[in-house]
């Protein structure tokens, strides 16, 4: 018989006793899969971030049907490798066109620098030749006139007029077929051959335009990279300025990450970075390429020291080519900062 005051042995049951075993092993069960499935906390000195990349759209400033896409989606490319092509019966046309219209005013201008044809100039030179020759024979003429006068009753003054007007008109045609034949040699006018030369350079202009315009029509990689995406099929019309394609150069991957505020006095651009990817065997580096001057996620108000503590700030960072190429955009990543810039 026990007393009042003592306790008193209270005896479990079997089943009872199994349902507790079961509780403790279940309890047991969870705290081991919180430990091994990341329930713990993440370390202190490690924040979440992610890859992304900053994509090139390669475009035509000209409208047209795709003709042909020499790309597909994953292909790698190197710099001057054709994307794709679109269709160019007009423009092929016009740069035809702009061509045979700068022969045409070449031409224009190299006639304008020559004289008269040779057989022109023979002519003239011929006619030069009858003008001296009968000059020749009228300043005889004249003198033969100018003797006879001196007889007496033999001539009369209106003959000795007539013989010098006929030396002296012979003289001046000798004089304008000369001319002529210097003209002919010498081409067109200063002004005509500056006004040719004016239309050549334009007729260049517009060739070069044609050619510029033809050239756009066929869109080759601006620099080497991974094609992320085509963003039309063979056959659909291309509107101007729209992209084709979408490009990822290595160069373009970077890492974006928002540290809180205490790592920022020990954080510079050009600083390494700890970069950790889900299946890596170990951390690749990164270098801090920007640093953002405002802060994210701001708490409202109070600038209190707890605030303060929960201020973040964008920072971006960038990897050597080899590095990039390994990494996706979207990927998430665990950063941590290197041993020399750590709080």
């Known amino acids: 018989m026990l007393s009042a005051g003592a306790p008193q042995l209270i005896e479990a049951s079997?089943?009872?006793?199994?349902?507790?075993?079961?509780?403790?092993f279940g309890l047991g069960a969870v705290a081991l899969f919180c430990l091994f499935t990341g329930c713990s906390h993440p370390p202190a000195n490690r924040v979440q971030g992610?890859?992304?990349?900053?994509?090139?759209?390669?475009?035509?400033?000209?409208?047209?049907?795709?003709?042909?896409?020499?790309?597909?989606?994953?292909?790698?490319?190197?710099?001057?490798?054709?994307?794709?092509?679109l269709e160019c019966a007009s423009e092929k046309a016009a740069q035809q066109e702009a061509a045979r219209r700068l022969a045409q005013g070449q031409a224009s201008l190299e006639d304008a620098r020559k004289g008269k044809r040779p057989s022109e100039v023979e002519?003239?030179?011929?006619?030069?030749?009858?003008?001296?020759a009968a000059l020749k024979f009228s300043e005889s003429e004249l003198a033969r006139q100018?003797?006879?006068?001196?007889?007496?009753?033999?001539?009369?003054?209106?003959?000795?007029?007539?013989?010098?007007?006929?030396?002296?008109?012979n003289r001046q045609l000798v004089a304008q077929l000369?001319?002529?034949?210097?003209?002919?040699?010498?081409g067109s006018?200063?002004?005509?051959?500056?006004?040719?030369?004016?239309?050549?350079?334009?007729?260049?202009?517009?060739?070069?335009?044609?050619?510029w315009d033809l050239s756009q029509k066929q869109q080759a990689a601006p620099q080497a990279g991974v094609v992320f995406d085509t963003l039309y099929r063979q056959g659909e019309w291309v509107g101007a300025g729209k992209p084709v394609v979408?490009?990822?150069?290595?160069?373009?991957?970077?890492?974006?990450?928002?540290?809180?505020?205490?790592?920022?006095?020990?954080l510079h651009v050009g600083d390494p970075l700890r970069v950790f990817v889900d299946g890596a065997t170990g951390p690749v580096i990164g270098k801090v390429s920007f640093i953002s001057p405002r802060a994210e996620y701001t708490p409202p108000v109070v600038y209190s020291q707890d605030n303060r503590n929960k201020f973040v700030f964008?920072?971006?960072?960038v990897f050597e080519p080899s590095i990039a190429a390994q990494l996706h955009p979207g990927q998430p990543v665990d950063v941590e900062l290197a041993q020399s810039s750590k709080p």
């Open 314 to 317: 964008l920072v971006e960072a």
């Open 146 to 169: 100018e003797t006879l006068m001196r007889s007496p009753g033999v001539n009369t003054q209106q003959d000795l007029d007539r013989a010098r007007s006929s030396r002296d008109q």
């Open 50 to 85: 992610y890859i992304e990349g900053e994509f090139v759209y390669v475009a035509s400033p000209l409208a047209g049907a795709l003709e042909q896409l020499k790309v597909q989606r994953g292909d790698e490319v190197k710099a001057g490798d054709l994307l794709f092509a």
């Open 14 to 24: 079997p089943s009872a006793i199994n349902g507790i075993s079961k509780f403790l």
């Open 246 to 266: 979408a490009l990822l150069p290595p160069a373009n991957v970077k890492l974006r990450v928002f540290m809180p505020q205490p790592w920022l006095g020990s």
């Open 123 to 132: 002519s003239l030179e011929a006619q030069i030749q009858q003008a001296q």
């Open 178 to 186: 000369k001319a002529d034949l210097e003209t002919a040699r010498l």
């Open 189 to 211: 006018r200063p002004d005509q051959v500056a006004a040719a030369e004016a239309n050549v350079r334009a007729l260049e202009a517009a060739l070069a335009r044609a050619d």
